[in-house]
């Protein structure tokens, strides 16, 4: 689960972006009626607001003091009501429709606050909130008259600005005072034990971001801030470590409740059917399409498991040339979208960059950071690709994101025409903040991710086509993996050994997975296959619908166009919208 602040509101703004406003009457409208739930959202987590734009945050940090569940619920119920009675004097049908997706936002974050706090133990990972707290402030892409706010907010943190406590002591005073309640669940040990193995590199990247600046003054607080975060790790040692919980899995109307806050609204048995279905489909496929490869390569082996294996050995790509290869993928990708008028490209280059050696603890996965998205003035998102290492011997390691057939998908995916286009076309088309922020989840993100996978991948080499179903297969045994194991119908030992012998991924990826869906973010994995299931189901129905006049750039531009909306409400968008405007 979410290891931050469990109020309801604070968890959007752990992914969520929103849209600049220069748009039509209806936009402006809904963006006033966000605009409330912004504002408390900005009390309670401020670092979260900045990163999204809301001016004159920088300094401020978010609210970890004495009766947090208690002031945010009540901020949340009276933002609740005040919605909920700006609805009933609503008439314009896009407005009305932004305030339910607020309305329903603020309700499931209030039903999982609640589920929390009434039955987990309070704990926190303050060294990756501090970073990221600090890491904010300090974005490149940010403009360096920015960048004092990062020496006042780590003062902060530090509790060496009046009036404000130790975060650090904060946090043990919130976990301090629920150890009397009988029943609560602990976090669970392995989560803890890998937090506190990672919170050196979280502490020591603080110290580097600031020294990656002209910043001068900082280094005395920073110190005690440093000396506060390891104080609190050998704190946690002692007083959570021995309250951790041995078994993984959560109180199943938790983990129900996690599935619904990332979108998912199937339940785990349906999930667990409908995705070993679609692996042994995908599986299919990929059995068909290794003796092709093989026999292209000159490969002596047809089992696509062993075909996978060459193509990572023969296909390497060291350190010092990443960021070089997956420039020129890109390139292919965008000639390959232009060529078969798959989506309208913008009339800029995407960024991809290298992470930082804390990024990569803190997110050891390639990703997409989004930018500055409210008063955005010209910044966009960066693929970012996990710092790869040397080995002592001047060779680099290598992993499931560093070899040649592996950089097609991964690029569709993240870059383009995946996630790097949802999230400019935000920039550049602006949509409410609601469908921006508020409606976001990962079922309609990662479902776009992996259906934007699947429609450039006839295009690709018989090898990149052979990686995208393997990462297909990988989300497809997300859907099942994920439920199995947390209602404890595989272990966490069987799930690795499919994932390493039968999905073909490697052992740091699939210890990865394990962990994700065990303690990291259980239920998030599901929406991948969840929600490409949910757009090719939308598609072909948009295709029985206007058969002969069917144009794929036309609905892919459509769909982002909309925002980052529930696949039913973009349903309705599409046959209410778009079908019409294509019959005329």
Avoid: C
């Amino acid at each position: 689960m979410r290891k931050v602040i469990t109020f309801s509101l604070f968890a959007v703004f752990s992914i969520a972006i929103v849209a600049p406003v220069q748009a039509t009457t209806w936009v402006e409208k809904s963006n006033e009626h966000a605009q409330i739930v912004l504002d408390a959202l900005a009390k309670l987590s401020p670092e979260g607001a900045g990163q999204l734009g809301v001016d004159g945050l920088d300094e401020e940090i978010s609210d970890l003091g004495s009766g947090i569940y208690e002031r945010s619920r009540k901020i949340s119920v009276d933002v609740l009501a005040e919605l909920q009675q700006r609805l009933e004097n609503e008439s314009d049908s896009k407005v009305r429709q932004d305030l339910g997706i607020l309305i329903k936002t603020i309700k499931d974050g209030v039903r999982s606050s609640d589920l929390n706090y009434e039955q987990m133990l309070p704990y926190y990972n303050i060294n990756q909130t501090i970073f990221f707290g600090v890491r904010g402030i300090l974005d490149p892409q940010n403009s360096r008259d920015r960048y004092p706010a990062a020496i006042a907010r780590l003062e902060k943190y530090a509790g060496i600005t009046d009036g404000h406590t130790s975060y650090a002591e904060l946090a043990k005073d919130r976990s301090r005072e629920r150890f009397a309640v009988e029943g609560l669940v602990g976090p669970y040990r392995g989560e803890v034990e890998q937090d506190l193995e990672r919170a050196e590199t979280m502490i020591t990247g603080i110290e580097e971001l600031l020294k990656g600046t002209d910043l001068q003054g900082w280094e005395g607080s920073y110190a005690a801030l440093a000396g506060q975060m390891r104080d609190y790790n050998e704190w946690v040692r002692a007083e959570i470590l021995p309250r951790a919980r041995e078994d993984y899995r959560l109180p199943m109307d938790l983990y129900e409740d996690a599935l619904r806050q990332w979108g998912v609204d199937a339940s785990p048995a349906d999930l667990i059917e409908q995705a070993t279905k679609g692996y042994m489909d995908i599986r299919g496929e990929m059995e068909a399409l290794a003796p092709l490869i093989a026999a292209e390569k000159g490969y002596a082996t047809n089992d696509y498991r062993e075909v996978i294996g060459l193509l990572k050995r023969d296909g390497p790509i060291d350190g010092d040339k990443l960021l070089d290869h997956y420039n020129a993928v890109l390139r292919d990708l965008e000639e390959i979208i232009v060529r078969e008028k798959l989506i309208s490209l913008p009339d800029r280059d995407a960024g991809i960059r290298i992470a930082s050696a804390a990024e990569t603890a803190a997110m050891p996965a390639p990703h997409l950071q989004p930018p500055r998205l409210i008063g955005n003035t010209g910044e966009y998102p960066y693929f970012v690709i996990p710092l790869l290492e040397q080995n002592d011997d001047g060779s680099w390691q290598q992993t499931d994101d560093t070899y040649e057939a592996g950089a097609w998908t991964l690029t569709a995916h993240e870059a383009r025409p995946g996630h790097e286009m949802q999230f400019s076309s935000i920039v550049e088309s602006g949509v409410s903040v609601t469908r921006a922020v508020f409606a976001f989840n990962s079922v309609n993100v990662e479902g776009w991710g992996l259906y934007a996978e699947a429609i450039v991948r006839p295009y690709l080499p018989l090898e990149g086509q052979m990686i995208s179903l393997q990462y297909r297969l990988m989300r497809a045994a997300r859907m099942f993996l994920d439920p199995m194991l947390n209602l404890g119908l595989i272990t966490p030992e069987e799930a690795k050994s499919l994932i390493i012998n039968d999905i073909a991924i490697g052992e740091s990826w699939a210890q990865n997975e394990v962990e994700r869906y065990t303690y990291r973010m259980p239920g998030q994995a599901t929406a991948y296959y969840y929600g490409y299931n949910k757009m090719q189901s939308l598609r072909a129905q948009t295709e029985l619908k206007l058969r002969e006049n069917f144009d794929q750039q036309a609905f892919h531009d459509f769909i982002l166009d909309q925002g980052m909306l529930p696949p039913q409400i973009l349903k309705e968008a599409v046959m209410n919208e778009f079908v019409p405007s294509q019959t005329h």
